[in-house]
């Protein structure tokens, strides 16, 4: 679903009226998730200074096949007292979807990163852990600073034993950080045996802000 957005240029202010995908369902038009996996799909080019520029806006987005939804809302869209009403109405239009996984999500970086750990068949709950865990240990072997404070991002699983590769920024670049496939392993198995690590119900946040509740 196309709408219109009024967006402002981040490098000359202009504000244009440019096109947005507020709804995305890629058993409709399946060459959308390849623009949300590039995050071609969310980019305008400002037509007063050429810059590229990210588009900030909500949407829902939709994969049928592997039965993921997620609602991506960035801070200040919606007003608050909207956000409750719109959570609502999503869960009550979702009750009828079973088996699926419902998430959401503040920024464009964020979808991204859950379809990638959707479509690589991994748990994204495991996954925070994953980076918390991650974290904890390059702190105790006195870790650069950069990666301890910098955001992680899951970026992909391969090699011959299944490494998982984690993204994150530091002095103007991406930088990698590896774990071996049992850490993710271990991670899966300690929510298993805890239920209450299992989130359930709603459009819920699985970040390191939900994760970090559990270690304190």
């Not at 219109?4 to 995908?21: I, M, N, P, R, W």
Request: glycine residues 10%; negative net charge.
């Amino acid at each position: 679903m196309i709408t219109k957005l009024l967006a402002t240029c981040s490098s000359c202010g202009e504000k244009h009226e440019v096109a947005y995908y507020s709804g995305i369902n890629t058993a409709e038009e399946p060459e959308l998730k390849t623009g949300v996996k590039d995050g071609s799909i969310f980019l305008w080019e400002c037509p007063h200074c050429g810059k590229t520029n990210l588009a900030s806006g909500q949407t829902i987005y939709h994969d049928p096949e592997e039965k993921l939804m997620v609602w991506l809302l960035p801070p200040g869209i919606v007003g608050e007292d909207k956000v409750k009403i719109i959570e609502d109405s999503l869960i009550k239009a979702s009750e009828a979807l079973e088996g699926y996984t419902f998430r959401r999500v503040d920024d464009v970086g964020t979808l991204i990163e859950k379809v990638n750990i959707h479509d690589a068949g991994l748990d994204d709950t495991a996954i925070e852990m994953c980076k918390y865990v991650t974290k904890m240990e390059l702190a105790e072997k006195g870790g650069n600073k950069a990666a301890l404070e910098a955001p992680f991002k899951f970026f992909r699983i391969d090699g011959p034993d299944n490494e998982l590769s984690f993204t994150y920024p530091a002095d103007g670049h991406m930088q990698v950080v590896q774990i071996g496939f049992n850490v993710y392993e271990d991670c899966a198995g300690i929510i298993r045996r805890n239920p209450a690590l299992k989130p359930s119900g709603g459009f819920p946040r699985i970040d390191q802000g939900w994760i970090a509740r559990f270690f304190r």
